[in-house]
């Protein structure tokens, strides 16, 4: 595999091309990078799904469904993240890669056109977008909205970060609310559309068997006609916000078992120095069987049913959450404090550590055995600045030492606790 080309093909727009035989199929990515706000985080979260809905020249499902036929059963869907206070949303698509197209005839060409009519081309009537694609798509939003609050696991985690970062973009959640998706009309997203297609950066990614300048010249063939006002600028990642007091918030629900939920900050991002360290650090704390929230909640002293830690790397957030009975959720919560307080004092063997270093070095030398995971990386990498390859860091993360742990531990510092539990058990 090829070491990926990073290339601006016009002013805002920037393709990352990697050149691999090493897959059956070609990857494809379109994202727009906007500003992430509570007034349109919505409509950012509505407008893939529009867009995925057909084109100019195949303006419904059935066209676009044999459209894609045509090429090979080729697939392209709607994407939606956060990257700290950027909203990434966009399409990815995936097609043969023409080195194994039967008859031996590239459909490369085809492919980015297709892509390039699905954002600057769309289906429209009377000039706009279609309002019947925006009812239907906004029920649809508004399902899946609803299908976070059955799962507990993820309502918690979504509660957390509105708690935490009320105050913040960060806080408005990747979808954006129910309340401001539900006033979404097809004006309002038409001209969110226009406004996003001049004002945005774009990231490309591309990832199969065609050279860097076909990939280039193709791109910039499809993407004839985009609007630019100025030159897209990206908003600041807000990490170092300390808390001034920790933030307790409890809920009740009809659910038998209670989700405990607790930030810190970090003080450290993607492009920081210590992220290799607080990689490890994660690790150490609560990332699969060998940490040491699994050994000491769940294993040793039985007070949860799970636990696990996670990072939002741009922000410097960091989330432990676990399952408990109602009685047990005070004794886990300080059994997890005590947890960062023990890293932070040092206090693991080189024996925990190794395992640390050498599981998070592993996940991400396994990061060009999938499209998908290498198009989340190299767009995180886009976002942070940083560019980094999946090897590099790996090997940045190996040698990872105690006393550094020790340091990014030291500036772990809790925000806010979140628990959700039983209506029962609260009466």
Known sequence: MNTPIRTELMPGVWLTAVQTRKFKTSCWSLQLL??????????????????????????????????????????????????????????????????????????????????????????????????????????????EMRSVQNDRRRYAALRLEQEMCREEPFGAGRLGSPEAAAKIRVKHLDRHYRNLLAESRLELYYCGSASPEEVRQAWTEALMGLPRRGRPSLPEMLVNVPPETVREVTETAPVRQTRLALGFRTGCGIDSRRYPALLVTNALLGVGPASRLFTHLREQQSLCYSVSSGLEAHKGLLTVQCGVSGEQADAAREEILRQVEALKMGQFTAAELDAARRGVAHRLRTVPDSQAAMARFWLDQAVAEAPCAPEELAQLVSEVTAEQVTECAGQIALDTVYTLTGEAEQE
């Not at 919505?42 to 090429?71: F, I, S, Y």
């Open 34 to 143: 906007t500003h992430l706000r509570r007034e349109t985080a919505a409509l950012n979260a509505l407008l893939p799904r529009v867009l995925c809905q057909g084109t100019a020249h195949c303006p419904d499902q059935e066209l676009l469904g044999a459209a894609l036929d045509r090429l090979y059963g080729g697939t392209v869907g709607p994407t939606v993240a956060r990257r700290g206070e950027i909203h990434c949303i966009g399409l990815q698509g995936a097609f043969l890669d023409d080195a194994l197209t039967p008859d031996g005839a590239p459909i490369f060409p085809q492919a980015t056109e297709l892509m390039g009519d699905l954002l600057l081309r769309p289906a429209t009537r009377n000039g706009r977008l279609r309002a019947e694609y925006v009812d239907g798509e906004r029920e649809n939003l508004l399902g």
